[in-house]
């Protein structure tokens, strides 16, 4: 192996560990500078976690559709629809009606999304910024602006306020979404197709890949996710309203990007896009913490992402 060639796999070896060492240095901050402000207590680390347990569910299922090349800017408005579909049919048919309806208006708008995108060819940005606007629209429509209670207690507790034990349920659904993504997108021959779609998509056409099949399940994955986030919120909250989600875009792209996985596609990680979600989360609350407004916020969301798209683009000139 060449010098070269060694210090691209030296290269390789640190950035797979840099998500870590990156979360490391961002608590440690926090914690020296907040620490007379109660961030190292357990009641903050355990809200900071639920927090974020919404973000992380979203990020898992965007890894998949940045790994394959296509990006999803519906997101938040499939939050916001799902979580009033499912209370709304909560309400009046019972949750095991509630919950497929919830899932399936998520897995439908990212049916449509995937077959526009491949079958119309229209990029994928467009299309899920049109799709954005549409289900925001119906989000509103549905119950005219009104929010919707959630007062089934079992619904409640298993999505979203429960606890096992000492264990919130949100770490419980985190943690299923986090072993079932990585072992989708790691030890599964979708999970490779998606990674050699975003990759090349004319060299996975050559190998034999259903690009277009592999972009749309991934754009399906991503809209399922979403409505399993609206429905967490539904009931961590105990009611749905239009306007949940409309503000999780941003952190949701900035978690999978400064989680590894690039905005370019062919690389992507599920585990990575757990711990950006968790980075994010230590930052908003840290910055909550010494009084910054959701506007600055909002802010420094904006230059963590062009940082780490700066980052990734230098990374594939480099390839």
């Known amino acids: 192996m060449s010098s070269r060639a060694q210090a691209r796999a030296a290269q390789l070896a640190i950035g797979n560990y840099i998500i870590y060492v990156g979360f490391a240095v961002v608590f440690v901050f926090f914690a020296v500078v907040l620490y007379d402000k109660s961030f190292l207590t357990i009641g903050n680390l355990t809200n900071i976690a639920r927090q974020t347990a919404m973000i992380s569910i979203m990020a898992i299922g965007f890894t998949f559709v940045l790994s394959a090349g296509e990006i999803d800017l519906s997101i ?14 909560l309400r009046d048919y019972g949750i095991w009606l509630a919950v497929p309806a919830g899932l399936g208006t998520g897995a439908a708008i990212g049916l449509i999304n995937g077959l526009i995108a491949t079958r119309v060819r229209i990029p994928s940005f467009l299309v899920t910024l049109g799709t954005l606007g549409v289900v925001n629209g119906l989000a509103r429509w549905i119950t005219e602006l009104k929010s919707v209670p959630v007062t089934n207690e079992g619904y409640n507790f298993v999505f979203g ?7 919130p ?6 943690g299923l979404a986090l072993l079932v993504g990585h072992l989708a997108l790691r030890k599964t021959a979708f999970g490779r197709q998606a990674l050699a779609t975003g990759g090349s998509k004319t060299a996975a056409l050559y190998s034999g890949v259903k690009v277009d ?3 749309t399940f991934a754009l399906v994955i991503s809209g399922t996710s979403a409505a399993l986030a609206g429905m967490l919120y539904a009931g961590r909250l105990h009611g749905a ?8 875009l941003l952190t949701v792209i900035a978690a999978v990007v400064i989680g590894g996985t690039s905005l370019f ?6 585990v990575g896009a757990v711990i950006g979600s968790l980075i994010m989360g230590v930052i908003n609350n840290g910055l909550i913490l010494m009084g910054l407004s959701v506007a600055q916020q909002m802010i420094f969301q904006g230059v963590i992402i062009i940082l780490a798209v700066s980052l990734t683009s230098r990374e594939v000139a480099g390839r």
């Open 265 to 270: 596609g062919g690389k992507g990680s599920v």
């Open 76 to 89: 938040g408005a499939v939050v916001a629809l799902s979580s009033l579909v499912t209370a709304l049919v």
């Open 241 to 248: 309203r239009y306007t949940l989600g409309e503000a999780d």
């Open 161 to 167: 306020s429960g606890d096992i034990g000492p264990v």
């Open 169 to 174: 349920i949100l770490f419980v659904w985190t």
């Open 213 to 215: 099949r592999v972009k």
